[in-house]
Every structure is written in C-alpha cells, then in structure tokens.
C-alpha cells in the first residue's frame, strides 16, 4: 500500500532561519504529491503540488521537488517567519480512488 | 469563489447517538472525500463520493456512511456513536476524483463524544 513518512517535531526555529522538513513515500502507482499546512483551529490549505518526477512546486516562499529517485518531496524555505508556524502534511495520491495518504504531520514553531 | 463549507462548527453529542456532518464543495467540483483526523492517528481518509456515487472508502465500520446530493453536495452519518469517534471530521472536494486533482479542505467539524 501507499505511505508517507515525514518528520513530527516539534520542530523549533528562530525566524529567518532555513527550513526543511523531510519527507518520503512509497506508492504502488505513480502519485501526486502535496504538502498541505493546518493552521490552529483550521481545516488544511494546500501549500504547493507536483505531479511528475523533477517538478518544483513553489508558494508563498516554499518550494519541494518531486525526486523519483529517492522518493522524496522535502519542504524547504530560506526565510521562515511567525506567521509560518503551524502543521505540515505531507501527502501522495495515486489515482485518488483511495484518497489521501497523509504523513503524520510536522509541528513547526517560528520564535521571534 | 466560495471554498469548501461545512456544517455544524462544533456537535456534541453522547454515546449510541447519531451523528450528521454536511458539506458543500466548491462550485463546480463534483467529488467529495471525508476524512477522520483523530488525536494521535492523524488523517485519515473515510469515503468518497463522486456523480452522486459512493466509490470507495476507508478501513471504518458500516456505522460510518453518507450520501451525495444531485448539487454535489454531501453528508456524513455516523451511527451507534462511540467515544473513539471524538476528532475532527474533514471535507475535501476536487474537480475529479479518478484523477490527482489538488483536494481542498473545508474547516472541519468537531465532533466530541461525552
């Protein structure tokens, strides 16, 4: 079956420095891929997305690249600011018959 | 554009009650998902509607089913109601559903078992 890995946190920055959060799957097909980021008392946004190997997807500073060959789909972003604390997921969908499949999510916390 | 709403906010109810959760995708997105966040299991997927159609769902009891209206819109039913069932219940909409679509995500409904 399909799954995504990625590391839960917390974790901890001081603004402005860089981030990356890891994450990698394992999917029959050849899948989507997202990272979704939930805000405290929200649903989930859709952060950016690639659908093929060597695709960027990029928004609001952050970018990840679908790499095929080591089936990863890290988040990075060079800046990180308060307002960018909050839960990240990490997803994959193949086909979408199945849905989602969601990391456990990374908490990140940005301190002034 | 409207984004995904759902209703209600909050619904408190008790064990062996019955629970509604509804939905309405964004306009023109035909495919609807639900999804169980619960405390320590992270998301996970529940059902899936599609044209009006359940085609397919997650590893969950029978006692969790639902509908899709001919507006495309959903709801969520869950039976028996047990206290595992306390999370949060999230829908999602995309324009297709046998496609990798982007899902995107209403607010959710908290639903608290006492």
């Known amino acids: 079956g399909n799954s995504v890995t990625q590391m839960e946190g917390p974790v901890t920055l001081s603004e402005e420095a860089f981030l990356t959060i890891n994450c990698t799957y394992t999917?029959?097909?050849?899948?989507?891929l997202f990272w979704y980021v939930q805000y405290p008392g929200e649903g989930l946004q859709l952060l950016l997305k690639?659908?093929?190997?060597?695709d960027k997807g990029s928004n609001k500073g952050f970018e990840a690249t679908y790499r095929k060959e080591t089936t990863s789909f890290h988040l990075e972003k060079g800046s990180v600011q308060v307002s960018d604390s909050a839960v990240y997921f990490c997803?994959?969908?193949?086909?979408?018959?199945?849905?989602?499949?969601f990391g456990k999510g990374t908490h990140l916390i940005i301190q002034p | 554009e409207a984004g995904v709403t759902q209703s209600p906010t909050h619904l408190i109810k008790t064990r062996g009650q019955q629970a509604t959760l509804r939905c309405s995708p964004i306009?023109?997105?035909?495919?609807v998902y639900w999804y169980q966040q619960a405390l320590g299991l992270g998301l996970q997927f529940l059902l899936w509607?599609?044209?009006?159609?359940?085609?397919n769902r997650g590893n969950f009891p029978p006692r969790f089913s639902g509908r899709q209206f001919p507006n495309y819109s959903s709801e969520l039913n869950v039976n028996a109601l047990e206290l595992e069932d306390s999370a949060l219940y999230l829908c999602?909409?995309?324009?297709?559903?046998?496609?990798?679509?982007?899902?995107?995500f209403g607010d959710g409904t908290r639903l608290s078992i006492l």
């Open positions: 999917a029959t097909g050849y899948p989507s």
């Open positions: 997803a994959l969908s193949d086909r979408g018959a199945d849905g989602l499949t």
């Open positions: 306009s023109g997105h035909t495919s």
């Open positions: 509607y599609d044209e009006g159609e359940e085609r």
């Open positions: 999602a909409s995309s324009l297709e559903g046998w496609s990798n679509q982007p899902q995107h």
């Open positions: 690639a659908t093929k190997a060597d």
